[in-house]
């Protein structure tokens, strides 16, 4: 018989590569927060919406998956997190929302609200999507301000309802971390799918200080993480304790997280610097990989190793685990066997990926092309 905890644990590895390819795949948001200041004419800026419009299905999908998985497997994280924290949420969702408006929109014969609108909306997608999911995650390691009650109904310490986040710097550091990586691997993925030298030069200027900057962020959250107090979960009597640098001993007690994590961490550098300074179109795949690798482990260290994944800073008794938060074995076990057709849907989005880009986009056809965006 599958055990609960094996469920419990194999439903967290889910959850946790879902969000690692979203955080990736938001290189469409980070190379639309850019279509203002990137693009040196307004045929460079339809390359730059056509390049990620072949994408933006693909993190959207991904989006829906994630948060549909988390529903599924965490309910209780589900209803704690969207019944209190709701404003960050629906300005999240919104911006999605607006996204898919635009892509579907923007170049409609006479559109109402002209062209422009919808680049807006498409700079405050990239823009204010991957800041929010940013400063969100980063709850998962500083807490948040509710409590349940014996019914598990929530109730927030605030009025503010998850935008207190914003006060914190440590979450803003990784909301601008997880904004400037998406910019990062936005100008990377144009350099590899754009057959243009202007605009591949553009990006390229560009790369340097987008990804410096992601890096002082990212550094500083890590450090800070690492000799912070964390949220430890006793198995037995089911309570929740602070514990001097938590995260720094999970990933020593879970060495083969710490692999990981250093392994992403090493795949986005080495990306980055052939790209830099050896003027390689291939950096994408290296900062790829390196992010889903490096996200994958951060995640694994906010819910394993007896670690609240949910703590609450107001209440500590009421913060989420793995244990408390998940749904039923029977619910996990139906799910699981659900999830082995997960590879097959991989093996078919990396097909659609490679039929899509099986050629660079070029000025002559954004110019012919009869479908743009």
Do not use: C
Request: glycine letters at 8%; charged letters at 10%; zero cysteines.
């Amino acid at each position: 018989m599958i055990s609960y905890i094996f469920l419990q644990h194999y439903w967290w590895i889910i959850i946790s590569l879902l969000a690692s390819l979203l955080v990736f795949l938001m290189f469409v948001q980070g190379g639309q927060s850019m279509i203002f200041s990137l693009p040196k004419n307004n045929l460079h800026k339809t390359m730059i919406v056509n390049a990620m419009g072949r994408k933006w299905e693909f993190t959207f999908t991904t989006l829906v998956t994630f948060g549909g998985a988390f529903f599924a497997s965490f309910p209780l994280f589900y209803s704690t997190s969207f019944g209190g924290a709701y404003w960050v949420w629906i300005a999240i969702l919104f911006s999605f929302i607006i996204q898919a408006i635009a892509y579907e929109y923007r170049s409609k014969p006479a559109n109402l609200l002209g062209q422009k609108t919808f680049d807006i909306f498409l700079f405050l997608n990239g823009s204010l999507g991957p800041f929010l999911i940013g400063v969100a995650v980063a709850t998962f390691f500083t807490g948040a301000q509710f409590s349940l009650n014996e019914l598990n109904q929530v109730k927030w310490a605030t009025p503010w309802h998850g935008l207190e986040a914003l006060l914190n710097g440590r979450n803003l550091s990784l909301g601008l971390a997880v904004l400037f990586l998406a910019r990062t691997n936005g100008l990377l993925y144009l350099i590899n799918s754009v057959d243009d030298r202007v605009l591949a030069e553009r990006s390229g200027s560009k790369l340097l200080m987008n990804s410096v900057v992601f890096l002082v962020f990212f550094l500083f959250f890590v450090v800070t993480l690492l000799v912070s107090k964390g949220f430890a979960f006793d198995q037995v009597t089911g309570t929740v304790t602070i514990e001097k640098f938590k995260y720094l001993y999970n990933l020593l007690q879970m060495p083969q997280v710490l692999i990981i994590f250093l392994a992403g961490v090493t795949g986005v550098l080495y990306g980055l610097g052939i790209t830099i300074f050896k003027g390689s179109r291939k950096g994408i795949w290296y900062t790829g990989l390196g992010t889903v690798l490096a996200v994958f482990a951060l995640f694994l260290t906010a819910g394993f190793n007896n670690t609240a994944f949910y703590p609450s800073s107001y209440d500590l008794n009421s913060s989420l685990t793995i244990s408390n938060a998940s749904s039923s074995h029977f619910t996990l076990k139906t799910m699981m066997y659900v999830s082995l057709i997960v590879p097959f849907v991989i093996g078919y989005i990396w097909y659609a990926w490679k039929s899509i880009s099986n050629k660079r986009i070029t000025e002559d056809e954004m110019k012919t092309e009869g479908h743009i965006y």
